[in-house]
């Protein structure tokens, strides 16, 4: 039998960076990431998707893509949603047990191996279409900002966003409204960052499709009748940015939340938010749409 | 003291620095926490000092504990966590704790407060970042900076002689040291790899012990963390952490990392290092912290741990040489004038010695010869 010299132990390209890693690691040696989706990959036989879901710290990202794994996973819309590993439904399973509790779920910590990813295969249940399998990270905001701010500093996101299929965008529409230009400001950053990813040239737009979610929309209904008018009139940096360099951009509006209770102490300085209800509008539809894209 | 003073001036040439000397030391500082700003809000380094770079401020934000990183959840929880920045090289010392809510009401807020030093600098800390740590806690005191100024001061901490009373009574105590342990994490770290240490009380206490019988070179680049969460995002090679957990298990999966677990029963097997963790014990609790210094920085960083074992052998004798009859002495001179040294350091020690039983032999010799002829 022939005798295994260190030089031949095994490796496995990870499949967000490419590095090398050994078949018993968890976790990337370098960007962290779970060797699950690699191995799940290598299983499936199927290149994925990735479906990136970026947006600034505390805008929702997180309760979000539980929901839209959970309606998924209930085959809301016409689709049929598998999730691949016991890992893709912890993300789900925390939001919706926090959420039935009227709280919201705890921070995404900046560490990538807090991080929850999903790995799913979705299909039409209606036309009987090839499965896609999609992986879709739930990134905590301020590694984002970090990022974005000085690139290769998590290179997870660097290597994620060059990767992507397809971004959906969350912005909150809360704030936008009320007339604070930080969400303008962080989504225009966010898309000129990727625009130096992809480095189009000037006379050529990206054709990534994005999907720009307005979250948070139940302070400010009007998003639901015209998302773009709203972007158009709130966001126009951003309506701007899409315009000169994205070509396949779209723009909806979202709520989870269908009212909220404020609480305090008198020993606190802070309030804190009570999700006293859900009432889910517009989470689905951002997915389709992307998922028809890919 | 003069003793250890005329060892310490054999050992390395150079005077021993004095004793209750105190000096102050002006460094940089920057704040890692969950705030709102204008420009956005959440975890990232809140004020840093001017000195800072780019490049380093990126390696704070990348290595630093954000939500859900500290280990204890009791409200009085600190960390602390030590490593060279890559950019470059300086020695970071980060104090973590808890601070209140964090602004978006989803969980506590861990604030961060750090100082960066040069090599001269951590060298006046004795190289240990307990003792560094110990300084920032003095100088920051127990409130959180929550609003810090973009651009802060540096800071100005007090590194205290070693040799002093001062600095004796200000080292964190540790009465009884489990010299198993402390041999067992030592030859993890001379063999350069990395350990988690599971179910450690005392653990500052633990590691400023470690830190002292480390070869200063060696020291040097160690990095460690206490109190806080194992995660890759912080690679340090010496973690103290709770309990083994799914997320440390996941985490080392595949990795070339030793785990300790206090609180696991062991066959009895001879300490490692148990004569060099002996000698190291004995000086400390004499305070011959000077000693232990002049001793330690001049070890080579490839020092192995049988060298470390035959150096304390050879510092036991040299202690030795004071109460030791002529017939011992002479039997010293001959068992390490046969000896061969395998470094340098053991090769100027085994001279000292030699020099020193010389020497006290002479003496004792001059003393019989002067006594009365009827006590002779």
């Given at each position: 039998?022939?005798?295994?010299?260190?030089?031949?132990?095994?490796?496995?390209?990870?499949?967000?960076?490419?590095?090398?890693?050994?078949?018993?690691?968890?976790?990337?040696?370098?960007?962290?990431?779970?060797?699950?989706?690699?191995?799940?990959?290598?299983?499936?036989?199927?290149?994925?998707?990735?479906?990136?879901?970026?947006?600034?710290?505390?805008?929702?990202?997180?309760?979000?893509?539980?929901?839209?794994?959970?309606?998924?996973?209930?085959?809301?819309?016409?689709?049929?949603?598998?999730?691949?590993?016991?890992?893709?439904?912890?993300?789900?399973?925390?939001?919706?047990?926090?959420?039935?509790?009227?709280?919201?779920?705890?921070?995404?910590?900046?560490?990538?191996?807090?991080?929850?990813?999903?790995?799913?295969?979705?299909?039409?249940?209606?036309?009987?279409?090839?499965?896609?399998?999609?992986?879709?990270?739930?990134?905590?905001?301020?590694?984002?900002?970090?990022?974005?701010?000085?690139?290769?500093?998590?290179?997870?996101?660097?290597?994620?966003?060059?990767?992507?299929?397809?971004?959906?965008?969350?912005?909150?529409?809360?704030?936008?409204?009320?007339?604070?230009?930080?969400?303008?400001?962080?989504?225009?950053?966010?898309?000129?960052?990727?625009?130096?990813?992809?480095?189009?040239?000037?006379?050529?737009?990206?054709?990534?499709?994005?999907?720009?979610?307005?979250?948070?929309?139940?302070?400010?209904?009007?998003?639901?009748?015209?998302?773009?008018?709203?972007?158009?009139?709130?966001?126009?940096?951003?309506?701007?940015?899409?315009?000169?360099?994205?070509?396949?951009?779209?723009?909806?509006?979202?709520?989870?939340?269908?009212?909220?209770?404020?609480?305090?102490?008198?020993?606190?300085?802070?309030?804190?938010?009570?999700?006293?209800?859900?009432?889910?509008?517009?989470?689905?539809?951002?997915?389709?749409?992307?998922?028809?894209?890919? | 003291?003069?003793?250890?003073?005329?060892?310490?001036?054999?050992?390395?040439?150079?005077?021993?620095?004095?004793?209750?000397?105190?000096?102050?030391?002006?460094?940089?500082?920057?704040?890692?926490?969950?705030?709102?700003?204008?420009?956005?809000?959440?975890?990232?380094?809140?004020?840093?000092?001017?000195?800072?770079?780019?490049?380093?401020?990126?390696?704070?934000?990348?290595?630093?504990?954000?939500?859900?990183?500290?280990?204890?959840?009791?409200?009085?929880?600190?960390?602390?966590?030590?490593?060279?920045?890559?950019?470059?090289?300086?020695?970071?010392?980060?104090?973590?704790?808890?601070?209140?809510?964090?602004?978006?009401?989803?969980?506590?807020?861990?604030?961060?407060?750090?100082?960066?030093?040069?090599?001269?600098?951590?060298?006046?800390?004795?190289?240990?970042?307990?003792?560094?740590?110990?300084?920032?806690?003095?100088?920051?005191?127990?409130?959180?900076?929550?609003?810090?100024?973009?651009?802060?001061?540096?800071?100005?901490?007090?590194?205290?002689?070693?040799?002093?009373?001062?600095?004796?009574?200000?080292?964190?105590?540790?009465?009884?040291?489990?010299?198993?342990?402390?041999?067992?994490?030592?030859?993890?770290?001379?063999?350069?790899?990395?350990?988690?240490?599971?179910?450690?009380?005392?653990?500052?206490?633990?590691?400023?012990?470690?830190?002292?019988?480390?070869?200063?070179?060696?020291?040097?680049?160690?990095?460690?963390?206490?109190?806080?969460?194992?995660?890759?995002?912080?690679?340090?090679?010496?973690?103290?952490?709770?309990?083994?957990?799914?997320?440390?298990?996941?985490?080392?999966?595949?990795?070339?990392?030793?785990?300790?677990?206090?609180?696991?029963?062991?066959?009895?097997s001879e300490t490692p290092l148990s004569r060099w963790v002996d000698l190291i014990g004995q000086w400390r609790s004499r305070g011959r912290f000077a000693e232990i210094s002049t001793l330690t920085s001049r070890m080579s960083d490839k020092i192995q741990a049988t060298d470390l074992q035959r150096i304390a052998v050879i510092c036991g004798d040299m202690d030795s040489i004071r109460q030791a009859k002529p017939c011992t002495l002479r039997n010293?001179?001959?068992?390490?004038?046969?000896?061969?040294?395998?470094?340098?350091?053991?090769?100027?020690?085994?001279?000292?010695?030699?020099?020193?039983?010389?020497?006290?032999?002479?003496?004792?010799?001059?003393?019989?010869?002067?006594?009365?002829?009827?006590?002779?």
């Amino acid at each position: 039998m022939p005798r295994t010299s260190l030089n031949t132990i095994a490796t496995i390209p990870c499949l967000i960076c490419e590095a090398k890693n050994s078949l018993k690691t968890a976790l990337c040696n370098n960007c962290h990431a779970p060797m699950a989706l690699t191995h799940q990959y290598a299983a499936q036989q199927q290149e994925p998707c990735i479906v990136s879901i970026v947006g600034e710290s505390n805008v929702g990202k997180t309760v979000y893509l539980g929901f839209l794994l959970d309606m998924l996973a209930q085959r809301a819309g016409k689709f049929d949603a598998v999730p691949k590993g016991a890992y893709s439904v912890d993300l789900q399973q925390t939001v919706i047990s926090h959420m039935a509790s009227r709280t919201f779920p705890p921070k995404t910590a900046m560490e990538v191996d807090q991080w929850h990813w999903a790995y799913y295969q979705v299909r039409n249940r209606f036309d009987k279409s090839k499965w896609v399998d999609l992986i879709m990270p739930d990134m905590a905001g301020e590694s984002l900002a970090a990022e974005i701010a000085t690139p290769q500093s998590f290179r997870v996101i660097n290597s994620l966003l060059g990767k992507s299929a397809g971004l959906l965008m969350l912005v909150d529409a809360g704030l936008a409204a009320n007339g604070s230009s930080r969400p303008d400001f962080f989504t225009l950053k966010l898309l000129s960052y990727i625009d130096t990813i992809y480095a189009a040239k000037q006379d050529q737009r990206i054709d990534m499709p994005i999907g720009i979610i307005l979250c948070k929309s139940d302070y400010c209904p009007e998003c639901f009748d015209n998302p773009q008018q709203f972007v158009k009139a709130n966001l126009n940096r951003t309506w701007n940015m899409c315009e000169n360099r994205f070509k396949n951009v779209q723009f909806f509006a979202c709520s989870v939340v269908g009212s909220l209770g404020y609480a305090t102490s008198e020993k606190e300085d802070y309030v804190v938010p009570i999700p006293l209800h859900t009432a889910l509008q517009g989470v689905l539809e951002p997915f389709e749409w992307i998922v028809k894209q890919l | 003291m003069d003793r250890q003073a005329a060892l310490a001036d054999q050992l390395d040439g150079a005077a021993p620095r004095g004793a209750g000397k105190v000096a102050k030391v002006t460094i940089d500082q920057a704040i890692f926490t969950s705030t709102r700003s204008a420009t956005g809000e959440g975890y990232s380094l809140a004020g840093a000092s001017a000195g800072i770079s780019g490049g380093e401020k990126t390696e704070l934000t990348q290595r630093s504990p954000s939500h859900d990183s500290l280990s204890n959840t009791s409200e009085t929880a600190v960390a602390l966590s030590s490593y060279r920045l890559s950019t470059t090289g300086r020695y970071c010392v980060v104090h973590s704790k808890y601070a209140g809510a964090e602004q978006s009401a989803r969980g506590r807020r861990i604030y961060s407060h750090m100082v960066l030093l040069d090599q001269g600098h951590y060298g006046q800390f004795d190289n240990n970042p307990v003792v560094v740590h110990a300084a920032l806690v003095a100088a920051v005191g127990d409130l959180p900076i929550l609003k810090a100024p973009a651009r802060l001061e540096p800071l100005v901490l007090q590194a205290t002689d070693c040799g002093s009373d001062h600095w004796i009574t200000e080292r964190p105590k540790l009465q009884q040291y489990n010299a198993s342990l402390v041999g067992n994490i030592l030859q993890v770290l001379l063999n350069r790899q990395r350990l988690i240490v599971l179910g450690v009380r005392e653990a500052l206490g633990l590691l400023e012990w470690t830190f002292l019988a480390l070869p200063v070179r060696l020291a040097q680049d160690v990095s460690t963390t206490i109190g806080l969460k194992f995660s890759p995002s912080r690679p340090v090679q010496l973690t103290f952490t709770d309990q083994m957990n799914s997320r440390i298990r996941r985490a080392i999966m595949g990795q070339q990392i030793e785990i300790l677990d206090t609180q696991a029963s062991h066959p009895a097997s001879e300490t490692p290092l148990s004569r060099w963790v002996d000698l190291i014990g004995q000086w400390r609790s004499r305070g011959r912290f000077a000693e232990i210094s002049t001793l330690t920085s001049r070890m080579s960083d490839k020092i192995q741990a049988t060298d470390l074992q035959r150096i304390a052998v050879i510092c036991g004798d040299m202690d030795s040489i004071r109460q030791a009859k002529p017939c011992t002495l002479r039997n010293l001179i001959n068992k390490y004038s046969a000896a061969t040294a395998s470094s340098e350091v053991e090769s100027q020690l085994t001279e000292q010695l030699i020099t020193r039983a010389h020497q006290q032999i002479d003496s004792q010799l001059t003393n019989a010869a002067d006594l009365p002829p009827n006590d002779q």
